[in-house]
């Protein structure tokens, strides 16, 4: 089995950063991707970013520039670098994991922006 453990979350004021870390550990033979999705209240799972073993990344339009992925697959960990924080980044950040075509899911950790 796939263990993901999250941490980095918090109470940030409107142009803050936080770094989101996560570690995964279990069964780790050949991971796709890792990745994070984010939900606000009242709306839908969304892709926030991710980076595969080789090297791809990708970001949503409405992180560009403010956020930043990043793997050390030594550790089998995955980072999220968010600057410029808005209001709007206010979210659960969810890590995930593929591996096998087998999707894993972090506990999730609160980021909320506010002044």
């Known amino acids: 089995q796939v263990q993901l453990v999250e941490s980095g979350g918090g109470l940030v004021q409107p142009g803050g950063s936080l770094r989101l870390s996560c570690a995964a550990s279990g069964s780790i033979i050949s991971i796709y991707r890792m990745g994070w999705y984010r939900q606000a209240p009242g709306k839908q799972r969304e892709l926030v970013a991710w980076?595969?073993?080789?090297?791809?990344?990708y970001y949503a339009d409405s992180v560009k520039g403010r956020f930043t992925i990043s793997r050390d697959n030594a550790k089998n960990t995955v980072y999220l670098q968010i600057d410029s924080l808005k209001p709007e980044d206010t979210a659960v950040y969810y890590c995930h994991l593929l591996q096998f075509g087998v999707n894993y899911w972090g506990q999730g950790t609160q980021v909320t922006v506010s002044s």
């Open positions: 980076a595969t073993s080789a090297g791809t990344i």
